[in-house]
C-alpha cells in the first residue's frame, strides 16, 4: 500500500466509490495503471470484487474486513493533516462526526480516556518478538508528480506517501520514536544500507519531520530529533501497527505497548474532539 494510487485508491473506498469507471474519473489514472492497483489490493486482501451486473457483466470493488479496519489509520493521517496542514478545500478536512460539528480525531487509551502522547507509551517484548515478516520485493520506482499537478485531495495524500509509504522511511520513523539519534545507531538498528539511510534521514529532514543538530566538530557529526510535527505522527504508527498485528503478526504482536499513566496495556479508541464519542465509519461524514 505504499504507493500514491494504491493510497487514492483507498481514500475513495472510504467514501463509498467502488466502481471503475468512478475511480478512473476521480483519480485521472490510466486503465491500466488503475487495473494494477486494483489486483495488487485485492490481492492483499484489502479490496474484493462483487458484481453486480450480469448482462454485460460489471463488477465493483469494495472494502473486506481487512481493508475496512484500516479506518483507524486513515482518522490519524486526517488528524495529522489537520493539525499541520488545515486546507479546508479538502474534503478530508471537513469532516463531520454524528453530533453534528466539524471534527478532528482524537487517539485515546480505552483504559483510561487519555489522549495517546508518545511520551507516555513504552514498549516490551509481546509473543511475536523476533519474527520478522518477509518483505515483498520492491516492483517498481518511486513516482514523482509535480505538486502543482495535484488537487488538494491528492497533496494531503501526497504528504501521507512521502512520510509513511516507503519502507525505510517508515522504519526510520519508527526507530527515532525508540531514542535512536545518530547514524551509526541508526544503521546498526536498522541494518540498512548507508547511503539508503542517508537519503531518507535528508528526506525527513526537508519534511520537517526530523531536526539535525551538531554533537561533534571534529570531525563534524550530527544526530537526528523528532520534531514537533514528527511526534505528532505517533498515533498513525500505532494504527499502522495495531492493524499489522492483527492482520499480519502470526505469531502474534512482537511488542506490545503499556499507557504509563494509567499502567495497562495500551488498547485505543478514536473519538471526536467535540463530543468525546467514539468515531466509527458511520458516524462520519464530509461536507
Not at 486482501?45 to 458484481?51: I, Y
Not at 480516556?113 to 516492483?139: F, L
Not at 525505510?168 to 548507508?194: C, D, M, Y
Not at 511488542?255 to 458516524?283: F, M, N, W, Y
Request: aromatic share 6%.
Amino acid at each position: 500500500m505504499g504507493d500514491r494510487w494504491a493510497l487514492m485508491i483507498l481514500h475513495l473506498a472510504f467514501q463509498r466509490v467502488r466502481r471503475f469507471e468512478d475511480f478512473q474519473g476521480r483519480t485521472g489514472m490510466a486503465r491500466s495503471m488503475l487495473t494494477d492497483r486494483l489486483r495488487r489490493l485485492e490481492a492483499g486482501g484489502v479490496l474484493e470484487r462483487r458484481r453486480y451486473q450480469n448482462r454485460p457483466p460489471r463488477e465493483e470493488y469494495r472494502l473486506t474486513e481487512r481493508g475496512a479496519d484500516l479506518f483507524g489509520a486513515a482518522m490519524m493521517i486526517t488528524r495529522w493533516e489537520k493539525r499541520w496542514f488545515l486546507d479546508l478545500d479538502i474534503p478530508a478536512h471537513r469532516l463531520v462526526h454524528s453530533c453534528g460539528k466539524l471534527c478532528t480525531p482524537e487517539l485515546r487509551c480505552r483504559t483510561c480516556n487519555a489522549e495517546v502522547d508518545a511520551r507516555e507509551v513504552s514498549a516490551e517484548p509481546g509473543p511475536g518478538a523476533g519474527w520478522d515478516p518477509p518483505q515483498p520485493p520492491r516492483v517498481q520506482r518511486r513516482s514523482v508528480v509535480d505538486r502543482g499537478d495535484l488537487t488538494a485531495n491528492q497533496k494531503m495524500l501526497e504528504r501521507a506517501i512521502e512520510v509513511l509509504g516507503d519502507r525505510w522511511t517508515a522504519h526510520t520513523i519508527a526507530a527515532a520514536f525508540t531514542g535512536l539519534k545518530r547514524f551509526n545507531a541508526l544503521q546498526e538498528s536498522l541494518r540498512v544500507a548507508p547511503n539508503i539511510l542517508s537519503e531518507r534521514l535528508a528526506r525527513l529532514v526537508d519534511l520537517g519531520v526530523l531536526d539535525r543538530r551538531p554533537y561533534q566538530q571534529r570531525p563534524e557529526r550530527f544526530e537526528y530529533g523528532l520534531t514537533a510535527q514528527g511526534r505528532d505522527l505517533f498515533p498513525i504508527i500505532l494504527e499502522l501497527v495495531r492493524w499489522g498485528d492483527r492482520w499480519l503478526a502470526k505469531a502474534g504482536p512482537p511488542e506490545v505497548h503499556r499507557h504509563k499513566p494509567c499502567g495497562a496495556i495500551l488498547e485505543t479508541k478514536i473519538t471526536c474532539d467535540q463530543c468525546g464519542e467514539e468515531i466509527v465509519p458511520e458516524s462520519t461524514g464530509l461536507v
